[in-house]
DNA sequence: TCTTGACTTGGAGTGCACTCTAACTATTAA
DNA sequence: TTAATAGTTAGAGTGCACTCCAAGTCAAGA
């Protein structure tokens, strides 16, 4: 599978998925005769599971250092799970900003809307 | 209230604080006398609010766009209301992609919980 | 054969949100 | 009186994650 057609799917840029590449966030893809990457299975499930990650704001060393490891083998199971942990832990705290800050802006919409019937702002 | 101060209650640096205030992310600051800053409690409160949305990801620029059309006073009622629902939508989604990485994230995290008992990572 | 278009690379450039620096001023303690 | 401390400003620098660019290669079609 061609790259344009990878970043159509996974709607990306093919500039991005070269990155991801040569950061090491993603394995190397194998390259046909001409030099030009051929993405297997496999490479389109680190793909997705690279961009899944970056969306939900895992920073891209992170990312980088869960490859590094994985490519060393069955040694660093303990150091995945620990970093996958990691990770799993800030995003829980990550929600709950994103919580706490919609519970903030739903009280400041429901003032706007009966600010925008009324004309006034109430108790502000 | 010194900048010091509110730098520590909010565990933010000053240089941010100023940053905050010089772009327009928050009312200018009164000064005193010999032009050093004095935060009143509503100071305090936009301050509050605007870590708050900065912690959950809202941009600079839009918290600045808020303040620019609260300024202007009671004719962007509307104005304020949509940019509020917008980000409002805008954090719906993100927790969205942060629950569909925490589960990713948990399924990896049991089945390394297994490998590191076992000295094998299943179907994979 | 020539051109078009899709790909390749290394490396430079961009936008965002700080973060730091230098030069300066005012207040306080020794 | 002097020195230390805490603040001020404008503006430069940083780190992150892309994003763009230039120069080149290759395959297919006119």
Known sequence: ?????VSE?????????RYYE???MIPTVNRNKSGIRDYTKQDLDWV???ICMRNAGLPV???VEYLKLYQQGDETFKQRLELLKNQYDKLLK?????N???EKLDYKISRYEIAVKTGKLSWD
Request: aromatic share 4%; net charge neutral.
């Open 48 to 50: 997705q599971t690279a």
């Open 61 to 63: 060393d992170v990312l």
């Open 22 to 24: 040569k950061v090491g």
């Open 9 to 17: 799917i996974y709607n990306i840029s093919q500039d991005t998925l």
């Open 100 to 102: 706490q800050t919609l």
């Open 94 to 98: 990550q929600r709950e900003q994103i």
């Open 1 to 5: 599978m061609t790259i344009k057609q």
